[in-house]
């Protein structure tokens, strides 16, 4: 009886520990805000109030980038056709929000809150899979309708080429994109997710690609991660994808930490890159603070870099002048040698 007594209490003291412990992370799960992505997109790009969709984050990826085109890739999942991006702030622009593009700022990303495998809409033409970013507020009902293409959004591939690692070599030109979705078809699977209460757009099925590229498409699994980032590895996806709320409750309100006016936005080919602020942050995290030099201290610095030069010149100047002087010397006495002597005259002599 004592033994039942002793495993009941420590049954009550585990679920009463297991209880108190669920709690904090419950919380914290709960406070997820916009404010992940202002903190961690922040060294990748900038941030700027725009008046119709809010704060809006322009990447420093150069005057080629291209959202769900460059430096990324399709895998196919459990949820359809997801983006793997090789940018490390990928995690977030490629499955939360939406992109718009601007003809002089370029492209840039309004947040959201619903993380997807991607914000696309599909379409298919004779022998071509296409897909173009969902611009901000757009539903996938939007995406169906024949009014929502806009030519110089779409990206194109030969559908044999379409599932590859190294898809944006097989790029159609964007010239051909007013032929082939004037003659496509919009593509409507769809894939709902019951865990987030969410529907997402798949894109092609796996059945029909494997057909148009004569390979075995191996559907990858999702992996929940616990820090900023995405991989794959082991056949799967490990990403970071929390569930962000839009407001959270007595917690103070999001926002970047640092913001500039439209005005101040730079075209994308005059943004600084990404490199150059990961080498001040990788410089930042091992405590080094390195000092820009004052205008007064670069003149200077490149008065100390110039005073041996000039040190050097002058020798060398002096030197020469010696040389110089040098031959006049001996050109001066050999043309005294060479002058003629002259006897003395009888008067000379008489004196004498």
């Known amino acids: 009886m004592k033994t039942i007594r002793k495993i009941f209490a420590i049954l009550i003291v585990l679920f009463i520990y297991s209880c108190v412990n669920q709690r904090p992370v419950a919380a914290q799960q709960g406070q997820i805000s916009f404010q992940v992505f202002y903190d961690q997109l922040s060294p990748y790009g900038q941030w700027a109030d725009n008046p119709n969709y809010g704060y809006v984050w322009f990447p420093d990826a150069g005057r080629d980038f291209f959202p769900y085109s460059t430096n990324g890739y399709w895998v196919m999942t459990n949820y359809g056709w997801t983006w793997v991006s090789d940018y490390s702030w990928g995690w977030a622009p490629f499955h939360y929000g939406r992109w718009d593009y601007d003809n002089y700022y370029g492209w840039f990303w309004v947040p959201d809150n619903e993380w997807g495998p991607s914000w696309v809409t599909w379409r298919r033409a004779d022998g071509y899979y296409g897909w173009s970013p969902m611009r901000p507020g757009a539903s996938f009902n939007i995406s169906y309708g024949g009014r929502y293409f806009d030519m110089d959004r779409w990206i194109f591939v030969s559908e044999r080429d379409f599932g590859r690692h190294d898809i944006n070599r097989y790029y159609v030109n964007r010239g051909n994109n007013n032929m082939i979705i004037r003659n496509s078809t919009v593509i409507n699977n769809t894939y709902i997710d019951n865990s987030r209460h969410v529907t997402y757009i798949a894109g092609p099925p796996r059945a029909d690609v494997q057909r148009a590229t004569g390979r075995n498409i191996n559907s990858v699994n999702v992996r929940d991660d616990i820090r900023p980032g995405e991989r794959i590895d082991n056949n799967h996806l490990t990403v970071y994808r929390p569930q962000v709320q839009r ?73 020469e002048n010696q040389q110089v002087q040098g031959r006049r010397g001996v050109e001066k006495q050999e043309q005294q040698n060479r002058l003629p002597k002259t006897t003395p005259s009888r008067e000379t002599r008489r004196r004498r």
């Open 247 to 319: 407001i959270t409750n007595g917690s103070q309100k999001s926002v970047p930490s640092r913001t500039i006016n439209m005005k101040e936005v730079r075209p994308p080919a005059e943004r600084s890159t990404v490199q150059q602020r990961n080498n001040v942050e990788s410089q930042q995290n091992d405590r080094r603070v390195i000092q820009q030099p004052q205008p007064q201290q670069q003149r200077q610095d490149m008065q100390r870099q110039q005073q041996p030069k000039q040190q050097v010149q002058e020798q060398k100047k002096g030197q």
